[in-house]
């Protein structure tokens, strides 16, 4: 099997309602058989974090997070662009549950949870530069 993730499908319980909060934060559908929504995204990378630490780093008990929790992380290419897509999200009808800060690590994020429930953390990673199109790679493109 290649290393990597062909498609993440997320489960909301109203697809118009979901497809507009994406569309709000300026994504674009692509053509598709009925009954199925979807974005092309560009290149992804699958983090593995310890469930009780992500939680902790959340803010939020670990029974919030139910079963298979995860995030979805969306980097961006500087500091500032952090705290303007988290702006965006909240405008879009997204609940912020840990505004932006700086990170033990070095790094700056914060995280929302869209109004289909799924949690987007928002991050900018100073050691993992971006691609000229957006893709990530955990020790950056040089």
């Avoid at 995030?71 to 897509?85: E, F, H, M, Q």
């Avoid at 700056?108 to 429930?117: L, M, T």
Wanted: with cysteine.
């Amino acid at each position: 099997m290649d290393q990597r993730v062909s498609l993440i499908t997320l489960g909301v319980p109203d697809m118009a309602h979901a497809a507009t909060f994406y569309e709000a934060l300026g994504w674009r559908r692509v053509e598709t058989p009925d009954g199925v929504i979807a974005f092309d995204l560009i290149g992804q990378v699958l983090g593995l974090y310890p469930l009780e630490k992500l939680a902790e780093d959340m803010g939020l008990p670990l029974a919030d997070l139910g079963q298979g929790a995860m995030t979805l992380s969306y980097n961006c290419r500087t500091k500032d662009d952090v705290g303007d897509v988290l702006k965006r999200a909240a405008q879009a009808g997204a609940e912020i549950i840990k505004p932006a800060v700086d990170v033990f690590w070095g790094g700056y994020h914060g995280y929302f949870r869209a109004p289909d429930g799924t949690i987007w953390e928002i991050a900018h990673n100073p050691f993992s530069a971006l691609g000229p199109n957006g893709e990530f790679c955990w020790n950056g493109y040089s």
